[in-house]
């Protein structure tokens, strides 16, 4: 052993930067070690290596409701520089007739967009929105941030007061079975599914029928970093070194050292152990964890098992075509209305409700959906993510890890799809046409899994929400709630509760968990989840 920490953190993505962050304020000597040659896992910015001055950010983007995050104001991001935008139209579903269903951050706007389809459908939108606003503050926020209760217990608690007897109600559904019943236009019907069901969840599946209904009720609208991403792994890695927490990438991970059945520390691919007097926690998914780098004489059998049934999301994949250009995309649907060249994400190419089935049936065949794709112009809000005059833009789009049965069937293919999808936007925007597009390039599904291994067969959630491995039982039953039954070993990343995306959620939560656990004073205030729901 040639170095010694109090915990040694797997992975330096967001959520594993957030806890380290916690702990680090809790006086304790952390490092983090990541294989990739930055920190921040999906949120990263890259410069174009052909187009000095134009950024591109090939992961994680529309960053939902971060400002309101507990650990934001925390850590104090802003001192250490990020900030974010959260443009006024938040989200534009351009129709081929040149319609468009809007998602403006003033609910009222967006009422009046979807009553340019259906009145009734505007009504019921209201009234939905402000139905479960306090379903949302009082309810689903405590729950997103502070480690699951037991269900058992959560369902009682529910069972007491009219609000949670109406949250366990709707969840009941499924989103296709919430929207079907109380949505009746197709357009409404699909903007609802794919702007608050199908991004995050299977739409068939019942549990999360509150999922749309929540989106729209909620505060937290679609954001972004100002400077690209990576300004928020820039500053949790700023607050990290002040408090004394190192991180350090480049790394390739052995094993995990376990001593007398208790973690110890981890072995890297050079033979160089560092010891953890406390802890290791891991922001990898639970196969990298408990099957590729714990012995597996110190990993119980019915773990390795639960661990090798982990499931990702089929539906989660996604393609990127990404454009540095001479000016912004124009839509030609700007024409009857201006306000969409300004439109934060734009969705074109969904038109019908009966599409998602379409999309889901050639996921399942591992072919590619007709295209549904949605993505940004980020200099339309930062200026600073390209040169003086210039703009970057890019559209992404669910399809297949493996396609047609093969992920290694992309390196072939996937040009030529960016080339289909280019055509599909230009349909749209015809300036795209008009010798704007200084370059170009793509990011498949294959490659998602390639720069980030911890999202499997390309899942961006870190692990699908099927197969229950929700909430208390995120990743699976016996290792959620951060703890894992071998002692000294968590779990951090986007497997664990409430799941994948930028939410630093996870992160916020383990560190709750482990500095209870080595007897800390946690020096934030966490939500008491139990307190809050007995409280209804
Ligand atoms: C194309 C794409 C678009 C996305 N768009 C959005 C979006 O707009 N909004 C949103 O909220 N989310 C989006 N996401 C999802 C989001 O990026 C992830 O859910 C989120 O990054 C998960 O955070 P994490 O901290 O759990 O892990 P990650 O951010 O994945 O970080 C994990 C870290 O672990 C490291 N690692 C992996 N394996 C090893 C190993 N063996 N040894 C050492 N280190 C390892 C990785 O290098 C990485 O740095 C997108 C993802 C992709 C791929």
Redesign the pocket.
Known sequence: MNAAFDGII?????????LQAYLARCGLKTLS????PI?????MTIDNPRLPGFRHN???????GVTAMPWYRDLELERHGVRYLQPKLNVAMILRDGRALEWWTDLDRTVASCADFSTSDADELWRLAEEFKPIVERILLPEAQSPPLEPGLRHRLLERSALGRRLLEISALSPLEFVTGHFENDTVRAGLLFFNGLREVDLRLKGFGHSIPALLASRAK?QMAVGGTASLAHGLVADITQHGGEVR?G???RRILVRNGRVSGVELATGEQLHANDFVAS???PQ?TFL??MPREAVPASLRNAAAQFQYNLLA??F?LHLALDEPPRYAAAERCPELNQAFMVLIGLERFGQFHEIVAAHERGEIPPPVAWGACPTLFDSSQAPPGKHTAFL?EKLPYALHGDPSNWAREKEAHGARLLRLWSERTPNLGHGIIKDQFV?SPAD?ET?????SR?D???GSFANNQVGYHRPFAGAGCYRTPVPGLYL????THP??????L??YNAARVIAADLGKVIWWNPPDVEQALSAL
Do not use: K, Y
């Open positions: 797997l992975g330096a993505g967001h959520n594993a930067l957030v070690l990541d294989r990739a920190p921040g896992g999906g949120l090939p992961h994680s983007f529309f960053h939902r679609a990438c790394i390739e991970l922001g990898l998914n990298q590729d780098l994949p996604l990127g992404w990011f998602t720069a980030l291994p911890n999202m390309g961006l959630l870190v951090c990343g986007g497997s799941g994948g995306n930028i939410t630093g996870c992160g």
